[in-house]
């Protein structure tokens, strides 16, 4: 470990590897998403949430490496790429996957969620039973 004490900020580069940093965006991101998705929290499976989690945490390393190329180049002063853009791309397929299975799991959700009480009744008591 290097010098320097947890959640000290002053030696931070992109700050995708840091906790502090990432937290937050992945929270404000997470809140936006359900509130444009009409959904709560509570209202989630634990993998759906999960894999929520694993989503916006993925998205907030991105943006903290978005903003750290936007603010110093990519291209450092002796010629060569940025260090972490070697990860960037790994992220970017991760979160692009992550992405689908939190869609496939938030589409079983939404599938159990819509059922109409007709849909019930006729599962539960047969179709067009009038017996």
């Known amino acids: 470990m290097t010098g320097g004490t947890p959640g000290n900020l002053n030696s931070s580069t992109h700050g995708a ?3 502090t940093r990432i937290r937050p965006i992945a929270r404000n991101r997470k809140r936006r998403f359900l509130a444009r998705a009409g959904l709560r929290a509570s ?3 634990a993998v759906t949430l999960a894999r929520l989690n694993g989503w916006t945490r993925l998205e907030a390393k ?11 180049g990519l ?11 070697r990860a960037y791309v790994a992220l970017e ?4 996957l ?7 799991s938030l589409r079983a959700e939404r599938g159990k969620r819509e059922e109409t009480l007709g849909e019930y009744l006729d599962r539960t008591y047969g179709e067009g039973d009038d017996g």
């Open 75 to 85: 291209i450092r002063a002796d010629g060569e790429l940025e260090g972490v853009m």
């Open 62 to 72: 991105l943006e903290l490496i978005d903003r750290h190329v936007n603010e110093h």
């Open 98 to 104: 992550a992405l689908t299975k939190l869609e496939e």
């Open 43 to 45: 209202e989630l499976s």
């Open 93 to 96: 397929n991760s979160a692009r």
């Open 17 to 19: 590897y840091s906790e």
